[in-house]
Nanobody, 114 residues
Framework: VQLQASGGGLVQPGESLRLSCEAS????????VNWYRQAPGKQRELVAT???????KYADSVKGRVTISRDNSKPAVYLQMNSLKFDDTAVYYC?????????WGQGTLVTVSS
């Protein structure tokens, strides 16, 4: 399984970005998929999770501003981020696990700056 994350960029506070995570392999369709982020000098944190049926969970820090979704026909998972804040600056990674083995995308950098 290979995960390819994209969509990061430089935005101003209050703007939006949509991150994409595209995968090779059918196993992606039947596993939970997560978005993590790691800000400079901080530990990697879980941002959002979506299960194969579309149920979602969010970190308190992004709840109400971020929406995770998936398109199993591609397959891909998306992270729509609105009302971006300075604190959202980080490298964002998509992730899934299969029988205990983690798979990570390469990361996509989101920079929120005025």
């Amino acid at each position: 399984v290979q995960l390819q994350a994209s969509g990061g960029g430089l935005v101003q506070p209050g703007e939006s970005l949509r991150l994409s995570c595209e995968a090779s392999g059918n196993i992606f369709r039947i596993r939970d998929v997560n978005w993590y982020r790691q800000a400079p000098g901080k530990q990697r944190e879980l941002v959002a999770t979506i299960n194969p049926n579309g149920s979602t969970k969010y970190a308190d820090s992004v709840k109400g501003r971020v929406t995770i979704s998936r398109d199993n026909s591609k397959p891909a998972v998306y992270l729509q981020m609105n009302s971006l804040k300075f604190d959202d600056t980080a490298v964002y990674y998509c992730n899934m696990q299969n029988f205990g083995r983690p798979y990570w995308g390469q990361g996509t950098l989101v920079t929120v700056s005025s």
